[in-house]
């Protein structure tokens, strides 16, 4: 029988932010261990963001049950992903041999084409059957085969997308396929580096980001307590990213770290650092002895000369690791997949490779990412499947600049949205919930609070283009008519 | 240009061991940061036990380039998946309209079946094409078109899949299955599981067992100073688990600790804990108000009564989490996925339920399972896809029958093989590497010494039953006529 939850009261800060009560104050009654909770995870804030939007979709819904509501809110892609890709993924299932195989590379993301295809896939069909009655589809389940099975691969990945990555993603660069490590995905390969650094480094990141830097450093006991006053971690550097400063911290102003932590394009405010501003930070942790973890999941989205990979500037070798993802490169959100670059020369102050112990990690927390998620990945690398996934990236990007422009014209300041599928829009004097609300409330769009992404997010909201188009033309619409 | 690799000389403990200079050793000249190596990650000792092994076996190929090298090593499966498992997730990918989808389910796991698949689907081709020329083949591809793509799932897993696993594993078990979550496998999450616990817990483990459990509890800090004397980590409970005891350790001998791992079927010992044994332990548990992380990845080569989860022992919902896995249950050792399950009924000793801080550490550090994989896993668990993977399991249990009579037949000591694919021959008097390079030494067969999954896993040898079924009898041969 599970017991009853009770309710308990509280006085952690918390409390004091919008929302009821969530998990925090959830004490249940019955039988106890004697394990102590882990403190840090005492210490965890902000889990109320999306659950505290899944509440306010909820209620808006049960107030407007006839309301068209569009979500520009989560990061999650909407677009198909292109048949090459999946048709690799599936060829490692399900192997039709190559006569046949070949056809299925017929783009038929549109009715006329699935004709088509039909129409080309009987003509063969027919001749072969003139040649061999049961020639006509050859079938083997690969996976289902003694000889197409394989089982573990390398816990670091197939030395096949390796080399892929290294070739393709990081061409001159000089970056061996021995220093990519390939993830089920960045969220996943961002904690286990946090496992290799240990509660010991500090850490400095952008405010506002990506919420899993901080949330990992807390539950690793990084981040010291949360002090209510200023709604930050005591030990945790908060690098300002605002209008003010362009979005790139005044590095004279912050303090040395172990590590700094940067995602550009930034999520959210979709800011791709420059060239300049790179050199500067890498300058900056070269004086300082500091390793910088670089977040570059969203670089298929920089449409000008910002660097797509840490690794363009001169010496980041020696102080940075990059990680990255086919997520948004490839709509694989729930496919999986990722990557990590630790360079060789990257050492701790003992003159320790940090690769090497990176490769324990990875050997020891993680066991390797799907091989169907590998080779679909291997199939998003060759030429034929970049030429298709910067087609869906570039239609991504068009919604994000029809977003751009609605706002721009209600005269609103508008930031990212040109390298980057976020548009981060200003509304000053004004607490970002309550942008929220108005939005919801007059338009019936959910967009995302800032203020979730660190104190420096208030007064913003973020904007997603993740959505089919006739919904973005929609809700440009609805907020040019209702948000003047 | 990256620096020359320097090998320096160390005088930590790992350099008494079997191999020649690892990782440890390597400083690296160059450039250093100023960030500290991690003390947890200098502390892990045992990451020799396969590379030692590789070497080995490269050895061993250079002096005999002619020996057919049979390898009984490693843990990873060889048997193919099942059709209705790779086709379900083939399906997903690549969906083939009902009319012909059916016709996959036809075994065509011999030459003969292939034959007749392609028989039936050229009559069934040939009636369609009399209806409908264009109606043959419906093909789209289900993650490339806009109806059939999905991104982001939830980090938990599929609701449908929860759902799977807690009506056909633990039913009549009163598992919810919000109490499942979904894994990549039971490594990632051993080690989420750890960062879900901090570096304050203390830890008991089976000595032997799975090295991941004591190698994340290093990384976390929880283990202590590795001690040379004793060749064990000064605090770690290690509960020693021998013929002496049944493979079950005296409780009475064991020291209260936050948690106590359990591996049942153990690996390497291939011991399945008896329905006593576990009720004893629960019971420990409960006096000491521990924690139990319970494996049961191995449970579906359980013969006997033998409990399959911990959750068969009435009391354990309080005391204990199950970790599980479809990688040695269906073969998904490449595909990977797994779960764990934490019961709302485990609590903190505030009174804070451990399933709210494990889902935030799922939602912080993990973002689901690949939901290719899912898919498969969903087929996995009807009841032809039980069916058809349990057929799987018991080709490999007759596999540990052949290997289990030949070494009795040597007059060794033979445990496990009955509930486990792991043999666990005994050589008393004997160092298990000496064992080890005696019998590829006489057979070219490579086994992994038992030393490597504890101290007290001297003297032992482990041998692996995923072998194609002429591997093994050619094992057997070669073991009976040369190591008499």
New interface residues.
């Given amino acids: 029988m599970?017991?009853k939850i009770i309710q308990t009261r509280s006085s952690s800060p918390w409390k004091r932010r919008v929302g009821a009560c969530i998990?925090k104050c959830?004490?249940?009654?019955?039988?106890?261990?004697?394990?102590?909770?882990?403190?840090?995870?005492e210490k965890?804030q902000n889990?109320y963001l999306f659950p505290e939007i899944t509440t306010r979709r909820f209620e808006h819904i049960q107030k407007y049950p006839d309301a068209k509501l569009i979500s520009l809110g989560?990061g999650?892609?909407?677009?198909?992903?292109?048949?090459i890709?999946?048709?690799a993924?599936?060829e490692y299932?399900?192997k039709v041999y190559k006569p046949c195989f070949s056809l299925?590379n017929v783009k038929?993301?549109s009715p006329l084409n699935?004709?088509k295809?039909?129409?080309r896939?009987?003509v063969v069909?027919y001749f072969q059957?003139l040649v061999n009655?049961?020639?006509?589809?050859?079938?083997?389940?690969?996976?289902?085969?003694?000889e197409?099975?394989?089982?573990?691969?390398a816990e670091q990945g197939q030395q096949a997308l390796r080399k892929a990555i290294s070739e393709t993603i990081y061409r001159d660069l000089g970056i061996k396929d021995t220093e990519i490590f390939v993830s089920?995905?960045a969220?996943?390969d961002?904690?286990?580096l946090q496992?290799?650094?240990?509660?010991?480094?500090t850490v400095a990141l952008q405010d506002p980001t990506f919420p899993?830097y901080i949330?990992?450093s807390v539950?690793?006991?990084q981040a010291g307590d949360f002090q209510e006053d200023s709604d930050k971690y005591g030990n945790i550097e908060y690098m300002k990213c605002s209008p003010a400063n362009f979005f790139f911290p005044d590095l004279s102003t912050i303090s040395r770290t172990?590590?700094i932590f940067l995602c550009s394009p930034n999520n959210p405010t979709g800011y791709a650092v420059s060239r300049e501003q790179l050199k500067e930070l890498v300058e900056f942790?070269?004086e300082?002895?500091?390793?910088i973890i670089y977040d570059s999941s969203y670089s298929a989205y920089i449409s000008d000369d910002s660097p797509r990979s840490i690794f363009e500037i001169p010496g980041a070798r020696?102080?940075a690791i990059e990680i990255s993802s086919f997520s948004k490169f490839a709509?694989f959100?729930?496919?999986?997949l990722g990557w990590t670059v630790v360079p060789?020369?990257?050492?701790?102050?003992?003159?320790?490779?940090v690769v090497?112990?990176f490769n324990?990690?990875v050997?020891?927390?993680?066991?390797?990412?799907?091989?169907?998620?590998q080779a679909g990945g291997l199939a998003c690398l060759s030429s034929e499947g970049l030429t298709a996934i910067h087609g869906v990236v570039n239609f991504y990007k068009e919604n994000a600049e029809i977003i751009a422009e609605t706002f721009s014209s209600l005269g609103l300041e508008v930031y990212g949205g040109k390298n980057s599928p976020y548009t981060w829009v200003h509304f000053p004097g004004q607490k970002s919930w309550d942008v929220f609300n108005e939005i919801l409330e007059k338009t019936h769009i959910i967009t995302v609070p800032g203020r979730g992404f660190g104190p420096a997010g208030e007064g913003f909201i973020r904007v997603g283009a993740?959505g089919?188009r006739d919904s973005i033309l929609e809700a440009s619409r609805r907020l040019k008519n209702h948000l003047r």
Same sequence: chains 1, 2.
């Fill in positions: 599970p017991p998990a959830t004490v249940t009654a019955g039988w106890r261990t004697k394990v102590c909770r882990n403190v840090n995870m965890l889990d989560i999650d892609t909407t677009q198909p992903i292109p048949n890709v999946t048709s993924m599936a299932l399900l299925w038929i993301d699935i004709q295809l039909h129409k896939l009987n069909l059957r009655p049961y020639d006509g589809l050859q079938y083997s389940l690969a996976l289902s085969t003694i197409g099975y394989s089982g573990y691969g089920d995905g969220q996943s961002i904690a286990r496992m290799l650094l240990g509660s010991n480094v899993a949330d990992t539950i690793m006991g172990d590590i942790a070269k300082n002895g500091s390793i020696e102080v709509g959100t729930g496919v999986r060789e020369e990257l050492l701790y102050s003992n003159g320790y490779p090497k112990d324990r990690i050997c020891t927390c993680f066991n390797g990412a799907s091989n169907i998620a993740f089919h």
